[in-house]
């Protein structure tokens, strides 16, 4: 038979914006609950080297570093679930949430902390050339990189930034895009354009990552003009896929608003969604900054919001009553 779990509080997503919204609901007495998702802890999971969540001064892991947020999370009050959530229903209170195990979810309050993937070339030789010099966070993995080549695929906004960035820690950054025009904001192209760190590769593909030596790393792109067809080689010791990002929002379409970018739409400064009691935190709601600190801090702003919204919610409850 299936099961029915009610809560004040459900997290959907275990990243540390999600955590990071247990620990506080947990805290403030809601008993929350996490449910985990195909990804347990989040993007965190799949790097090695994280040098700029504060608090630890000498180099820590993704993954362990989302173990201890669990294992916060937990210590103080959170139920932590492994099970994927393949239907919403938002259009009354309780909402409910159901999971692939069969189990319904009821929940007054709702925090959304789904995340974004980033999307990469898919070519075999990029799935290997992963962690060996391909990237898609130039801020997470740029200072891998200091006094290094490399190069930034993409035409958008994100890789403008990210080869803007890339100079803090090369004098040799190549952007690399398919068109002989970028798309990003005329602001950033000029400032592209005025760096002389910077080169950009017009009408390019990218096929393959090249990797050499021992242990293997990457040396280079083999890139195509897209034009004349021509092969060349842009050497390279890291390469950054910047062609944009897919946040996880398939679930709430046509229940929350969601920009033409496929972000959730949030009261800006804030965490609340189109529906009142539904929040929304970390990558999924965040086109800008894509950090774990930045998506820790949002979850924060979630449970808090969500904590005044069931006080108020209470609140009410009890004046109604009071005055029937
Ligand atoms: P995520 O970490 O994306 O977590 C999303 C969660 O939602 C997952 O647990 C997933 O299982 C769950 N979920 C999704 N859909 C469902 C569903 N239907 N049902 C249930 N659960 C669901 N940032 C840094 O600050 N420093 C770094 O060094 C750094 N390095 C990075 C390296 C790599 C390779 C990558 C990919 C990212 C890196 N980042 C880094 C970025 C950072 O990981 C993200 O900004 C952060 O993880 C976003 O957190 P989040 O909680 O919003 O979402
Ligand atoms: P984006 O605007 O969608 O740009 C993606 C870029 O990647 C485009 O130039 C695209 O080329 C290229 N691309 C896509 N698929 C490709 C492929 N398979 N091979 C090679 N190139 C490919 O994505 P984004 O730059 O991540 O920005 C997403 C959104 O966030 C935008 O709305 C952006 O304005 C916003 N954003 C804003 C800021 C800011 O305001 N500072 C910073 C970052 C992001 P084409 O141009 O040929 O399509």
Known sequence: MSEIKKTKLLVLGSGPAGYTAAIYAARAGLKP?????????GQLTTTTDVENYPGFRDVIQGPWL???M???AEHVGTETIWDHITEVDLSKRPFRLTGDSGTTYETETLVIATGAQAKWLNLPSEEHAKGRGASACATCDGFFYRGKKVAVIGGGNTAVEEALYLTNHSDDVTLIHRRDELRAEKILQDRLFANPKIKVLWDHAVDEFV???QPEALVGLNVRNVKTGEVSRVECEGAFVAIGHAPATELFKGQLAIDKDGYLEVEPGTPRTSIPGVFACGDVMDKHYRQAVTAAGTGCMAA????????????AEKETVAAE
């Open 33 to 41: 609950i996490v449910v985990q998702g195909i990804q347990p802890g």
């Open 66 to 68: 989302m173990e201890e």
């Open 70 to 72: 669990k294992a916060q």
């Open 211 to 213: 990797l050499g030596g």
């Open 304 to 315: 808090l919001d969500a904590e005044r919204y069931l006080a108020e919610l209470e609140f």
